[in-house]
């Protein structure tokens, strides 16, 4: 469940490794991730991650989870932000985004364009992990 903390050696973030721009997204961040500080689990491959946290599949093909560096299960353009303090050329990008006070206002538009992702992902196309 989302804000809840949990022992974790390093911020780690769920993806839907099937969904073709999300595993984009995530090889452009692995490829920055040169010192290996994020880790990064397929939830189309290992499912079973989720458990642990809580975090049903349907909740997770919704929205984007992560553990941020402190152990804390965050979603949306808090998980982004959570990998982003970890990325070279990215960091900036989180604390602008921090500082100015706008994770919220793009979680809005992140929760939108999540759920359209999950329609045509999982209502209209082949979703792997249908509740």
Do not use: N
């Amino acid at each position: 469940m989302p804000g809840q903390s949990l022992p974790f050696h390093k911020p780690t973030l769920f993806f839907d490794g099937e969904c073709p721009l999300c595993s984009r997204e995530v090889a452009h961040y692995r490829a920055l991730d040169r010192r290996d500080q994020i880790r990064w689990v397929d939830i189309s491959r290992e499912p079973d991650a989720l458990v642990e946290l809580g975090i049903d599949r349907s909740a997770a093909m919704h929205r984007l989870h992560a553990v941020d560096e402190m152990g804390r299960v965050v979603s949306g353009m808090t998980a982004f932000v959570a990998v982003w303090r970890q990325l070279p050329g990215f960091r900036h990008l989180a604390g602008f985004v921090e500082r100015f006070g706008l994770v919220s206002a793009l979680d809005w538009f992140y929760a939108r364009f999540a759920a359209w992702r999950y329609r045509r992902r999982c209502v209209e196309g082949a979703c792997s992990l249908r509740p």
